[in-house]
């Protein structure tokens, strides 16, 4: 996997376990009440941990990665029976290296965000 | 909803044999099925959201839990140790029964949560740390979720 993918997902998944913490819904009780978490100081941890990743990545996906993000949209989306789940359109497979493998970085060339293939 | 249709058998191993927290996340992410790369970035994600407080709930039980792209719908496996690990818990016990659950961020069917909070609500049962511990195969621990969880 190329390394900037794997940095890009990693931020992404914080992400949405920062969301989970953060938003009235059920997570935050959950988490509060089975798992004794301490929420303020969970999402403390986790915005410091998102930034220093970023810092990782270089600033021209960087600021793609901030684009998204200012937008309230998710950056990097998995693409599923060659469809991008962030606009349902279909990939263009001429213009993507090495998509399967995940071994390039690529981005849909409809809605910009980056792209992640489930292996399996 | 009942736990029971999210437990695959090929997921369920009443012989983990893991010393530490962490080869038993290994082991219980390997129960997935996969592949390396998504198996590494599972684990960094497991161990973040431990590091937030262990899932460790008492009782013998854990339940560690994220979300990820790595996977496409939610996940779930369980692990039984027979000796406990030294995990962290709410009650400074060791764990014995470890349930993974992993989900993608954005779900359609919304199951993540709730899949969580059934669980949570599945070890409080006063039976469920002896029932576990009896189990003598998966095909029995699928028939205590049905028994227990419906």
Redesign the interface.
Known sequence: ?HPQL?LL??I??????RR??SES???RA??EQ?????LD??VT??DA?IEELKQELPPQVRSRVERFVETGG?P?V?V?NGICYGCFTAVSTSSVADISR?DALNYCENCGRFL?V??? | MELREFFDIDAVSLDVRGETKDDILKELIALLKLDDKSEGILFKMLKRRENLGSTGIGRGIAIPHCRSLVVNKLRVAFGRRADGVEYNAIDNQPVHNFFLIVAPPLEVSNQYLPVLGKLAQFAKDPEITRRLAELNSPEEFLSLLEEKAK
């Open positions: 996997m794997e997902l990693q992404q998944d914080l992400k949405a376990q989970e913490l819904g059920g997570g959950l988490e089975e798992f004794n978490i301490d100081e969970a941890q986790l941990r998710r990097v998995s599923i995940n992640y489930i292996p399996g």
